[in-house]
């Protein structure tokens, strides 16, 4: 079998496409679960908007709800909305939100230099951890039980 390797220093967004399109194809034979996902409305977004008396947003949360699992991936507040347990509320009603919408889990990640003990006050346990990345610090997956 013979093969050469062709190496490129830029996005080729053609052959990206053919290896998510071959990796969703694996994945959709092995899994039922990447299987259902893929239908229509299998994948429910959450996002929790804050805004301000101006209706300027200032922080939020954006979520999917899927496998019974809510996956946080993105949650900002502006500085001067830190510290005042708003963020502390509005992940408690994401959770509750994602629970009426069938989540009994939740995941999200971060960096070392972000929130992880704000997390873990909340209930998050690490369940894993990638040193130095990027160097000096470490990333993590964490994880709650929501039932």
Do not use: C
């Amino acid at each position: 079998m013979e093969y050469q390797v062709e190496v490129l220093h830029k996005q080729h967004e053609a052959f990206t496409n053919f290896l998510s399109e071959k990796i969703r194809a694996y994945n959709n034979e092995h899994s039922s679960y990447h299987r259902a996902s893929r239908q229509q409305g299998a994948i429910q977004p959450l996002q929790l908007i804050v805004t301000d008396l101006q209706q300027q947003w200032v922080g939020g949360i954006t979520a999917e709800v899927y496998w019974g699992w809510v996956e946080i991936h993105k949650f900002w507040f502006s500085e001067e909305y830190r510290g005042k347990g708003i963020g502390t509320k509005l992940l408690a009603k994401a959770e509750l939100v994602a629970k009426e919408m069938g989540a009994t889990k939740a995941l999200l990640t971060t960096y070392e230099f972000q929130a992880r003990t704000f997390y873990e006050a909340q209930g998050y346990q690490v369940v894993g951890e990638i040193k130095d990345y990027p160097p000096g610090s470490s990333y993590y997956t964490m994880v709650k039980n929501l039932v």
